[in-house]
């Protein structure tokens, strides 16, 4: 009875001693807050709250309390915004979930971004276009085989997921860590993210341990390091975690985190797909713009299309999903929905 009533009194308190023109607060459990519904179906708890409190809102899980902004159109003004700081989120993400801190990251990641421009920025997108039209290829009906089954999940893995993974880490065909191997742990870790994030013990979750011991077989430092088509951004920040000192433990750790991020790349991927195949109307319209625009950058010379990143983000399908990874997005829509009757061109 206690315990109830302060969690009345809290709730209470909470909601009173809101601001003035602050967004509104999701109601929720005076315990969990808003945990439960979000963990169960994210996309669709958001939806809902989009509908009775608009676009802007405030969630609480347990407690953290965040802010939602459903339009997308706000990005980049968001994107923008000098007063919001990211770090605090990182530190929270790579000690809660990967158990490490990271020393001076501002100064690693804005050393690796100034690392990566450039002609550098430009093979890297080369190499993710050849690791993903080999991952491709490798997935269609081999010898006499005329078609092949596979689910839809399980074809983005075997595609996007193998051609980011070895654009991150480098090919090292047969080593224990590879991008089979990472996709299946990785998807049972996921489940557990925000309980980690949220501060939750790691004992509580043994499934999620186990998944993140397995991943931890990576290759150290030294072995990464030595590969010429390890990422650029991967080598400047694992150089420059050595420079200050950090632990194999550490870099393995960052390491996960950046796959984290791409493994989210991949998810998104899954989502386009998936929609594109429930709306035929949507895979048409792009498969005419990706191939009007493709034919128009066409050079015979060099057998391949090339694009600026201004040229991509303005093509009028593509620049609606307004993503980091706008380019793995049309590359991997190209891959997958190519038009039979038009001979295989590069971009």
Known sequence: MVFTLICIDLDFFVLLCRRQGEPPLVKGSMVWGNAVDFNEHAVKFLHQSTKTYGNVFTIRLINQFLTIV??????????????FDFDPIQKQVNWNVFSFVLIDPKKMVKDAVRNIRGKRLENGVKQFAQHLEDSCDLSAPQGDEEWSTCG?????SKTMFDAIFKSVFG????????????HKNFDIFHKYFNYFWLGMPKCLFPEAMKSLTELLVMPGSNDLLSRPDLSDYLR????????????ETDIKAHNLVYLHVNYNTFRVAFWLLNNLLEYPEATVALRKEVQEATEQHWDDESNSAVFTMKQVENLALISKYDTSSGTRVMLGCEQVFRASACPPRDI
Do not use: C, I, V, Y
């Not at 339009?71 to 000098?82: M, N, Q, T, V």
């Not at 090919?171 to 990472?182: I, K, Q």
């Open 236 to 247: 400047s920040s694992m150089e420059f975690m050595l420079e200050k000192g950090q632990t």
């Open 70 to 83: 459903m339009d997308p159109h706000s990005f980049e003004s968001l994107a923008k915004e000098r007063n």
């Open 152 to 156: 839809l999940r399980n074809l983005a």
């Open 171 to 182: 090919r090292a065909d047969g080593h224990d860590f590879n991008s089979a191997m990472a």
